[in-house]
């Protein structure tokens, strides 16, 4: 069975840009979570989608978007990029839901350095 | 707000020493457990879970996680290291109402031949 995968592996930016990373669940996963890792703040949770529905958000401002499609997969958006947005994005995968007690499968990750 | 501590943020032993990492959590309601490696240049791995029941956790590659609940802790523990669990480790807590995981900031523990 395939593992999560992500694209792309790495992209580089410059401040005020926008940028879509994609995630692919490992198949028959319903569950996508994106994560923001940074050596400063570590690994931070973004939000959660489950069938097409965000079922989870963590403290990011409103800058950073999502949304999953009826094949599972899942976009993350970041818009007017900033330097402090340079990280490693995680995406995560579940059979079910997030509140249920499903285990997380992680990707390899997106880099995104924002010059 | 709910937290997850890593005591130790870097760790170095020798091989065939015995490890011990600490992590508290700061929820007083119902949590699952985990522990999650990084090994140099690869993905998030888990490592081993709690959900209920045994409070004694046994994971992958002779790795075990002890749940007490009365000091908010998962240590995890391994008799003896080896130089291939070079890695970091990270807990987390997921908060067993909302399915919101928090993760520790996570110990790089190096192992030497």
């Known amino acids: 069975k395939a593992g999560v995968t992500q694209t792309p592996r790495y992209l580089i930016k410059t401040r005020g840009q926008q940028v879509t990373l994609s995630c692919s669940p490992i198949s028959g996963h319903r569950s996508v979570s994106w994560y923001q890792q940074t050596p400063g703040q570590g690994l931070q949770f973004l939000f959660e989608?489950?069938?097409?529905?965000?079922?989870n958000k963590g403290n990011f401002p409103g800058r950073f978007s999502g949304r999953q499609f009826s094949n599972s997969r899942s976009e993350m958006n970041v818009s007017t990029l900033e330097l402090g947005d340079s990280a490693l994005y995680l995406c995560?995968?579940?059979?079910?839901?997030?509140?249920?007690?499903?285990?997380?499968?992680f990707g390899p990750g997106t880099r995104l350095t924002v010059l | 707000a709910q937290s997850v501590s890593q005591h130790n943020h870097h760790v170095i032993l020798s091989e065939a020493a015995s490890l011990e990492l600490g992590c508290n959590y700061s929820?007083?309601?119902?949590?699952?457990l985990f522990w999650y490696v990084q090994y140099p240049g690869q993905h998030l791995q888990l490592l081993l879970k709690y959900f209920s029941g045994d409070p004694l956790v046994k994971g992958i590659k002779g790795f075990e996680a002890e749940f007490i609940k009365s000091k908010f802790s998962f240590n995890l523990r391994k008799p003896s290291v080896q130089w291939s669990d070079t890695a970091e480790y990270f807990c987390a807590v997921k908060n067993g109402n909302t399915g919101k995981l928090i993760f520790g900031q996570g110990t790089t523990l190096q192992v030497k031949p």
């Open positions: 995560a995968s579940s059979l079910g839901s997030l509140a249920g007690n499903n285990e997380q499968f």
């Open positions: 929820y007083g309601g119902t949590v699952n």
């Open positions: 989608y489950f069938s097409e529905t965000q079922r």
